[in-house]
């Protein structure tokens, strides 16, 4: 069994900044994927971005340019950096992994929240 802790969530003013991170009770650095969804109201979920075991990443078009995921492989940690943050950017974000056995976890959830 896998753990994801997720933290960083809150509310910000459209433009601003906020940085989740995510931390997993095992390694990330020998599994298929590891990253971050989200989820808004009335919606489903959706890939934000994430990071395969070899480093490579993917993310959505709508945070392009603007969302940036990274890892901590010695701290089991992959984080999200958020900047020029937009009201539509409100949803719980979840953090993922899947194991290379295509076993899937998923953490909790931290609100962001994008509001004046």
């Known amino acids: 069994q896998v753990q994801l802790v997720e933290s960083g969530g809150g509310l910000v003013q459209p433009g601003g900044s906020l940085r989740l991170s995510c931390a997993a009770s095992?390694?990330?650095?020998?599994?298929?994927?590891v990253g971050w969804y989200r989820q808004a109201p009335g919606k489903q979920r959706e890939l934000v971005a994430t990071i395969t075991g070899a480093g490579g990443t993917n993310s959505a078009d709508s945070v392009k340019g603007r969302f940036a995921i990274s890892r901590d492989i010695a701290e089991n940690t992959v984080n999200l950096q958020m900047n020029n943050l937009k009201p539509e950017d409100t949803a719980v974000y979840y953090c993922?992994?899947?194991?290379?056995?295509?076993?899937?976890?998923w953490g909790q959830g931290t609100q962001v929240t994008v509001s004046s």
């Open positions: 095992r390694s990330i650095f020998r599994i298929n994927t």
């Open positions: 993922y992994m899947r194991t290379l056995t295509h076993l899937d976890y």
